[in-house]
């Protein structure tokens, strides 16, 4: 494929493996909301992807191609310290877990929606020859 899209698909199920991720801490810490002293968790990724993908164009000193920096990206797990209100030292904020929820489920979508796109238009240029 990579032939055909440069690193576009295999850029596309990166990122949905990601937020795939992503989305199954959310979970996590929503089904954590009643343990005592649980840390809420979220994953990242975007900005590192980015600096990586970067580097690798501008030809950093390692000398790795994009297709490598892509498939050589993991995410970073956080845990968040902040102080809980609640007397149990849980912290999760349903409010904000269930907004990453639908968030991530709205960005995992979207890049579905694009690699479906992708797929379709060199459906359509095959069918053409």
């Not at 690193?7 to 979970?27: F, H, M, P, S």
């Not at 840390?39 to 690798?56: D, R, V």
């Amino acid at each position: 494929m990579s032939i055909f899209y440069g690193n576009g698909i295999a850029l596309t199920e990166k990122t949905l493996d990601l937020l795939w991720g992503r989305q199954n801490l959310t979970v996590n810490n929503i089904a954590n909301v009643d343990t005592p002293n649980y840390k809420s968790k979220y994953l990242t990724f975007e900005n590192e992807l980015l600096h990586h993908i970067t580097m690798a164009e501008k030809g950093s000193q390692k000398k790795i191609k994009v297709s490598e920096a892509i498939r050589m990206q993991r995410p970073r797990i956080h845990s968040t310290r902040n102080e809980s209100s609640r007397l149990d030292g849980n912290n999760v904020d349903m409010d904000q877990e269930q907004v990453e929820l639908v968030k991530t489920t709205y960005a995992y979508q979207f890049m579905v929606n694009s690699i479906n796109n992708d797929l379709k238009r060199l459906s359509t240029a095959v069918k053409n020859f």
